[in-house]
């Protein structure tokens, strides 16, 4: 099984500036054949259902800010928001899909500083 | 737009069998896609269970395949979960989600309580 291990667990930026988060996979999600990365990001807010911020990486969902960016490969992968807003506090978790069964991180709560 | 509602007990007795639907408006089961439960236990982090087609065919994580049946009725365009044999350690928030790689969207969520 894909262990994904996530960093910092918690997080505490101020309002504008960049919050970074770490995602390392145990074993590389990479998929040779198509050059993609089979990892998706995250995005709960207390008292909701997850929602799909980022897939293959780096692939934006239709609607998510564009302060919003996912990058790396293989088994490091980065979760950036280029300028925190208070509408950004949550917990963010990253997810495999490489390979059954699908795992998540075990998140990564951001808060304002 | 896609929307996903789950429905069930709130309170399965341990070593019962816990059973959860999910009704999906605004797309049609059988158009295809996979359709999978996850749960969260309160305060912590998620957990796949398993995916099912609309043909019928389903893969489970192993950690709780010898407890777990996800079954598809596409008449009603619903999909269920049973989960034989629960503990307390089965209490969590159960979501419906849309997906066979990445989950978009997901129903609201529902909390069962597994105590006696």
């Known amino acids: 099984d894909i262990v994904m291990t996530q960093s910092p667990g918690s997080l505490a930026v101020s309002l504008g500036e960049r919050a970074t988060i770490n995602c390392k996979s145990s074993?590389?999600?990479?998929?040779?054949?198509?050059?993609?990365?089979?990892l998706a990001w995250y995005q709960q807010k207390s008292g909701q259902p997850p929602k799909l911020l980022i897939y293959?990486?780096?692939t934006r969902e239709s609607g998510v800010p564009d302060r919003f960016s996912g990058s790396g490969s293989g088994t490091d992968f980065t979760l950036t928001i280029s300028s925190l807003q208070a509408e950004d506090v949550a917990v963010y978790y990253c997810?495999?899909?490489?390979?059954?069964?699908?795992?998540f991180g075990q998140g990564t709560k951001l808060e304002i500083k | 737009q896609v929307q996903l509602q789950e429905s069930g007990p709130g309170l399965v007795k341990p070593s019962e069998t816990l059973s959860l639907t999910c009704t999906v408006s605004?797309?049609?089961?059988?158009?295809?896609?996979?359709w999978g439960w996850i749960r969260q236990p309160p305060g912590k982090g998620l957990e796949w269970i398993g995916s099912?087609?609309?043909?019928?065919?389903?893969y489970y994580n192993p950690s709780l395949k010898s407890r777990v049946t996800i079954s598809v009725d596409t008449s009603k365009n619903q999909f269920s979960l049973k989960l034989s044999s629960v503990t307390a350690a089965d209490t969590a928030i159960y979501y419906c989600?849309?997906?066979?790689?990445?989950?978009?969207?997901w129903g609201q969520g529902t909390l069962v309580t597994v105590s006696s």
């Open positions: 099912i087609y609309h043909s019928g065919s389903t």
């Open positions: 989600t849309r997906g066979e790689d990445w989950f978009d969207p």
């Open positions: 074993q590389s999600v990479l998929y040779s054949s198509n050059n993609k990365n089979y």
């Open positions: 293959w990486a780096s």
């Open positions: 605004g797309y049609s089961i059988s158009n295809g896609y996979y």
């Open positions: 997810q495999q899909y490489y390979s059954s069964p699908y795992s």
